[in-house]
């Protein structure tokens, strides 16, 4: 069954020591801790990705944050980017609630499944090209479960760049790369909507590179990709 081999996966995840500098990395932030989550228990592990199995919206964004998913232990949450991913999922029905604090908060997303390229949180935001490679067979292993995605929110360009160095494997095919535009939707034959956002980092929301209509307006576009197909 498909929970059993989604399961077994956040298993393997969690447990993966596949890039030892990394393991090395989270750890010690888990320890180090930021002064305002002295008193939280770090996760320090990889982080898994949550959500919905059958759901017709997948985002993918590039990795947990040093003391938002590597401490809370949930994709986007306890973080900027999450609160404000999460707020907007709830604004447009994927999600019970408008915010993402820790893993016991109640939030239960509804025809959607967030993950990201990278499951450890990378220093300075910024994995290596090995390090993408390496955790390049989970992301695999969760588009093949995924039968009933009819979107794929793209949140990035290094999310970006890595979808697409696995689009092959993923659908069987080669494309051509389209060049990185916010709002851009791109689809092929047997493959779902794909489309483009910057992420919705703090750095990205403070300076109005995306703002709150512009993110709206991103899902304006998927609401309607998903009510006609």
Same mark, same amino acid.
């Given at each position: ?14 447990? #993966? ?94 025809? #959607? ?35 009933? #995605?009819? #979107? ?78």
């Amino acid at each position: 069954m498909i929970e059993d081999e989604f399961n077994k996966l956040v298993n393997n995840i969690i447990n #993966c020591n596949r890039c030892p500098e990394l393991i090395s990395y989270i750890r010690s932030v888990a320890l180090k801790k930021k002064k305002q989550y002295k008193d939280w228990d770090y996760w320090g592990k990889p982080v898994p990705p949550y959500g919905d199995l059958n759901a017709e919206l997948v985002v993918l964004g590039l990795a947990p944050a040093a003391h938002g998913g590597n401490r809370t232990g949930r994709m986007f949450t306890g973080d900027h980017s999450g609160n404000f991913l999460v707020k907007t999922l709830h604004k447009f029905g994927f999600a019970n609630q408008p915010y993402s604090i820790d893993k016991n908060d109640g939030l239960k997303l509804i025809n #959607c499944y967030l993950t990201a390229s990278i499951k450890c949180a990378p220093p300075k935001n910024k994995p290596t090209k090995d390090e993408l490679k390496n955790c390049s067979i989970y992301l695999l292993k969760e588009f093949e479960l995924l039968k009933k #995605c009819k #979107c794929v929110l793209i949140l990035g360009v290094t999310a970006y760049d890595n979808f697409f160095e696995l689009f092959e494997k993923i659908y069987g095919f080669k494309v051509k790369k389209p060049k990185f535009q916010h709002g851009l939707i791109v689809k092929y034959e047997h493959s779902p909507y794909i489309v483009l956002s910057y992420h919705p980092s703090k750095q990205n929301t403070q300076t109005k590179r995306l703002t709150q209509n512009m993110f709206d307006d991103i899902f304006n576009k998927i609401l309607q990709i998903l009510k006609v197909n």
